[in-house]
């Protein structure tokens, strides 16, 4: 669905609801209101969806190979942590389609959404660094009287 689509089908709404006796400044409250709840219904399954599907697929990977490497990112949460981005990306897509009529609340919401990613970047690079600690300690003695802490 591209972003007019989606600009369409809130027009369609709010054109419903000012038809159907809502002046306008409820229509566009009310559009807004059932479009993000869409969007947050959605962005929550999709979340699921692609967490269980990202982590099942990096266990059978890591149950599959020979490095441990592998096995200390599924215990890290890497796989949990990489899954959320798709679920960002698309929050990423429906804020302007949701908020249209309400651009300070859209821009508030696409600076949330930039925080959230940066705290999931750092999350993401934490897990890989802790993984690449416990890989070195456990796969070579020649790391573990070091500080890789």
């Known amino acids: 669905m591209t972003t007019s689509e989606g600009l369409f089908i809130t027009e369609w709404i709010r054109e419903y609801l000012y038809a159907h ?3 306008l400044f409820w229509a566009n409250l009310i559009n807004a209101v059932v479009v993000v709840a869409l969007g947050l ?4 399954l999709l979340d699921r969806v692609t ?3 990202i982590v099942q697929l990096f266990k059978a990977f890591s149950n599959k190979t020979k490095t441990t490497f592998d096995d200390f990112l599924v215990e890290s949460n890497f796989p ?3 899954a959320h981005l798709t679920p960002l990306s698309v929050l990423w897509y429906f804020i302007p389609i949701g908020l249209y009529d ?10 949330l959404a930039s925080m959230y990613f940066v ?3 750092v999350l993401i690079v934490r897990s890989v660094l802790r993984t690449t ?3 070195l300690k456990a796969g070579y ?3 573990k009287d070091k500080p890789l802490e």
């Open 21 to 23: 006796g809502f002046t």
């Open 41 to 44: 219904v959605l962005i929550r």
């Open 51 to 53: 967490r269980s599907v």
């Open 80 to 82: 949990r942590f990489v």
């Open 102 to 111: 309400y651009p300070e609340t859209a821009q508030l919401a696409v600076k």
């Open 119 to 121: 705290v999931l970047c």
């Open 133 to 135: 600690k416990t890989y």
């Open 141 to 143: 003695d020649q790391y």
